[in-house]
């Protein structure tokens, strides 16, 4: 499997950046798949996770009503759009997808990673 993230960059506080992973390899789709950040010196935490069926089952507080996942199932593309965004949003985001069931919680939990995109907001 390989993610690979494109979209990253720089924007203005209150601008917005949307971030890509296409995903390729032997996968059906099915399985859960979302993105992640990390800060220097810090666990990469969660950003938002969508399941198997599409549905966003997990946003963090810190980014609710500012990022959304959207999923293109025929290119199988995920997309973070990403509006209104702080210069707290500045980190490395990672997309990551489990080839196991089920949609966790930890970073450790996750299968396959992309290369990491930086985001920078200033």
């Known amino acids: 499997v390989q993610l690979v993230e494109s979209g990253g960059g720089s924007a203005q506080a209150g601008g917005s950046l949307t971030l890509s992973c296409e995903v390729s390899g032997s996968i059906d789709g099915t399985n859960c798949i979302g993105w992640f950040r990390q800060y220097p010196g810090k666990e990469r935490e969660r950003v938002a996770t969508?399941?198997?069926?599409?549905?966003?089952?997990y946003t963090a507080p810190s980014v609710k009503g500012r990022f959304t996942l959207v999923k293109d199932k025929d290119k199988n593309v995920l997309y973070l759009q990403m509006n209104s965004l702080k210069v707290e949003d500045t980190a490395i985001y990672y997309c990551a997808v489990r080839l196991n069931s089920g949609c966790p919680v930890r970073w450790a939990d996750f299968s396959a990673w992309g290369q990491g995109t930086q985001v920078t907001v200033s």
């Open positions: 969508m399941d198997g069926y599409g549905q966003t089952v």
